[in-house]
């Protein structure tokens, strides 16, 4: 069964630097998000993606944050100088419709800053 | 911020035993979705719902969205340690393409 991957599955850096968090979403999915999940605490929504632009993002996806779609297979979420309150699991999703569509998530990319 | 609650927050129970959770909003939704996590990786979905008063089996599962569509539970049939993990529930709004997640429940089937 295709699936969504994810790398690194962990990361670490320190505060202040660029990170880019990578994605190969389910290759005809037309929709992509990006979730974080702090330790302990609920899966928070970022930011979805359609048709090459941003679609709807939430109040944590500041300026800090940026998302691409460089070619036709990757999906990638660049926080630019990270915080330590940043630190948490990164989820990539996709989906085949929006709505009620299911989510499809990755496993996760666990981002330590220090 | 569209608030989902989920309860019991944390449920230790013995094997073969029966459980509820609950997933309560005051917010209107147009689909409920219910994932499982495991530790170290995604949420892995469940089921979907999107009509009020459904009603769902999967195997020893049972899913119902309430009449309102504000709320959902999840009921376990004679649980058993492989029904171990983290329980997510997740509420679609109609024409939006993020889904909200509710707190969690964190469910431990003892052998």
């Known amino acids: 069964e295709p699936e969504v991957t994810q790398t690194p599955s962990h990361q670490v850096t320190q505060m202040g630097q660029e990170v880019i968090l990578r994605c190969v979403p389910i290759?005809?999915?037309?929709?992509f998000y990006w979730y974080r999940q702090i330790l302990g605490q609920k899966v928070e929504f970022l930011v979805s993606?359609?048709?090459?632009?941003?679609?709807?993002k939430s109040e944590i996806f500041d300026d800090q944050f940026s998302v691409e779609r460089p070619d036709g297979s990757n999906f990638t979420l660049k926080i630019r100088s990270t915080k330590l309150e940043d630190s948490a699991m990164y989820f990539c999703?996709?989906?085949?419709?929006?709505?009620?569509?299911?989510?499809?998530f990755g496993n996760g990319t666990r981002l330590t800053v220090t | 911020t569209q608030l989902l609650e989920q309860s019991p927050q944390f449920l230790s129970i013995q094997e073969g035993e029966n459980l509820t959770v609950y997933c309560n909003s005051s917010?209107?939704?147009?689909?409920l979705q219910w994932y499982r996590q495991e530790p170290g990786e995604g949420p892995v979905l469940l089921v979907t719902?999107?009509?009020?008063?459904e009603v769902k089996k999967l195997k020893r599962l049972t899913f119902q969205f309430g009449d309102a569509r504000k709320d959902s539970s999840l009921h376990i049939t004679a649980a058993q340690p492989g029904d171990t993990g983290l329980y997510l529930c997740?509420?679609?709004?109609?024409?939006?393409?993020?889904?909200?997640f509710g707190t969690g429940t964190r469910l431990t089937v003892i052998p």
């Open positions: 917010s209107v939704f147009s689909s």
């Open positions: 993606f359609y048709n090459n632009e941003i679609s709807e």
């Open positions: 290759s005809n999915h037309l929709y």
């Open positions: 719902v999107v009509t009020g008063g």
């Open positions: 999703a996709s989906s085949g419709d929006r709505g009620n569509s299911p989510l499809h």
């Open positions: 997740a509420g679609g709004k109609a024409g939006a393409n993020n889904l909200f």
